[in-house]
């Protein structure tokens, strides 16, 4: 990999300036550190987190620092860290103090005590993460790398400047940084750290739910997140935060009869749709668009595997799921639970003779998620087989035509009822009875099938029609 190494650039934006002078005018160093010097040397697009190691007080740094950033906010103080932020325009700086950690068996709550930057870079989680430069009057700009992160950059290296064990039993929530910088930077995690890893799976029980999904969510969001799927999975850390999906892994043969193994499909499905959306919650759903078929699984001679109703039973466990993560419980969850559900509606349709009424049923069940489901059904095609890998990808386009031509003329992605149940019962002199609902759902199966518009005018007709035979009197002057 080439690395960009000229800083001078990023070194005389005011920011640096300011940082600079007042570091120039007080008793304390200070050096850059960490993510923004990392990617800076990767020529990723700039942080804008900046953090700050200080030998002295990082409080007293930040405030003089905000004093001198025109608009600045005001600086916020976490005491316990010795910690201080200030916020300017959208760059957030980070001050802390140089530090000895320690971290108790129990939580991820250091001890901290003051030390060295050497001690301090030390306890970082990768040599990668490790890096920093001064910005002090003595060595401005000078890169200080003891642990030789500058090399495994270069190499595309995820290291632990400490013994790996001591590094991710300190703060377990690394063993996920670890899978996720491999995945989102394409690197490889030295073996030592992977044997760690592998070793130290189970401490990963004691992170919060939102940070492991915080992890989750920047891999998912990575071009290639099966990467970072097969890494957790062959360290043990896939069975504790997902087992849903481990549960998915091997094939099974009898009599000759074998079915996908549907851990390895659903990693293809996921980064053959990152290839076309970027939608956090579609990349969800396609990681869970299966885990219905585990529970479902089933031998049925002559048929041969079954997974009878598993969208059903996904859409179930999807909900479970994002609870025990802690995951949202919203409308991004019922997404999701959708998608899941309705994951093989459209892949019956392409694989018959595509009706308009089995278009018109699937745009009005999905309404206004129906591209996005369609994009997970194409995504959905892992077949080896060239001739059908088209023919599947070619009955998606009609089915994508068809869906145009449907909502040109009928506007079913986010059906209304063109009759409401107030006008049926004006019309008929009813109280609320199950009859309103009988004709409605008479109109919505006409409009559906095709046999009449989505139109106010014949969906009156048709209410009239139906009200006739279910022996209703239709009082002509009450419209
Ligand atoms: N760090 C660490 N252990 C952690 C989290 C962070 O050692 N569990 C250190 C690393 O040196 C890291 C720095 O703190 O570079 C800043 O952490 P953070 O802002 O969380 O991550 P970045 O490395 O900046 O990268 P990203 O923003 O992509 O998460």
């Known amino acids: 990999m080439k690395l960009l190494k000229d800083f ?30 990392r990617d800076h040397l990767l020529n990723r697009s700039q942080k804008k987190d900046i953090d700050i190691v200080a030998l002295g007080s990082g409080i007293d740094l930040a405030l003089a620092v905000q004093k001198k950033l025109p608009g600045a906010k005001g600086v916020q103080i976490f005491k316990t860290y010795g910690t201080a932020m200030v916020q300017w325009e959208d760059i957030d700086l980070e001050f802390v103090g140089a530090r000895k950690e320690s971290y108790s068996k129990e939580s991820r709550n250091p001890e901290v005590k003051p030390g060295t930057l050497e001690d301090d870079q030390n306890r970082r989680d990768f040599t990668i993460n490790a890096l920093a430069i001064s910005l002090n009057p003595e060595d401005y700009g000078t890169l200080i790398d003891p642990f030789n992160g500058l090399k495994d950059l270069e190499q595309g290296i995820l290291r632990t400047p400490l013994d790996p064990d001591i590094t991710y039993s300190d703060d377990p929530l690394r063993m996920m940084r670890a899978i996720r910088f491999a995945t989102q930077l394409d690197f490889t995690i ?54 849903e999906l481990i549960d998915l892994k091997g094939v099974e043969e009898i009599e000759g009869q074998k079915h996908k193994d549907n851990f390895y499909h659903t990693l293809e499905v996921v980064d053959n749709l990152c290839k076309n959306s970027n939608d956090l919650w579609l990349r969800w759903a396609a990681l869970l668009h299966d885990i219905g078929k585990a529970p479902t699984k089933k031998f049925k001679p002559p048929v041969g595997w079954t997974f009878h109703n598993h ?101 079913l992605r986010n059906f209304q009822p063109p009759i409401s149940g107030e006008v049926i019962m004006k ?3 009813l109280k609320p009875s199950r009859e309103i609902g009988l004709i409605k759902e008479a109109i919505k199966e006409a409009i559906l099938e095709g046999e009449i518009p989505n139109e106010q005018k014949a969906a009156f007709e048709k209410m009239k029609t139906e009200g006739k035979k279910l022996g209703l009197i239709f009082h002509e002057k009450t419209i």
């Open 311 to 411: 969208e059903f039973v996904g859409a179930k466990m999807t909900y479970r799921l994002f609870k025990r993560l802690k995951m949202p419980l919203n409308e991004k969850m019922k997404f999701v639970q959708k998608m899941v559900f309705m994951s093989s509606r459209p892949i019956i349709i392409a694989e018959e003779q595509v009706t308009d009424s089995a278009i018109r049923r699937l745009v009005f069940d999905a309404g206004p998620f129906i591209d996005d489901l369609i994009t997970l059904c194409e995504a959905d095609i892992t077949t080896k087989n060239p001739e059908r890998f088209k023919r599947y990808h070619n009955n998606f386009k009609i089915v994508r035509e068809k869906i145009i031509g449907v909502e040109e003329k009928d506007h």
């Open 190 to 243: 030295d073996s030592a750290s992977f044997d760690a890893i592998s070793r130290n799976a189970h401490r990963i029980d004691i992170i919060t739910k939102e940070r492991i999904v915080e992890e989750l969510n920047k891999i998912l969001m990575t071009p290639k997140p099966s990467k970072g799927f097969i890494l957790m999975e062959k360290t043990g850390l896939l069975k504790r935060i997902l087992p």
């Open 8 to 37: 001078s650039k990023t070194l005389s934006s005011p920011v640096f300036k300011v940082l600079q002078e007042v570091i120039a005018n007080s008793d304390a160093k200070g050096f850059v550190i960490g993510g923004f010097v």
């Open 427 to 429: 019309c008929f002199n």
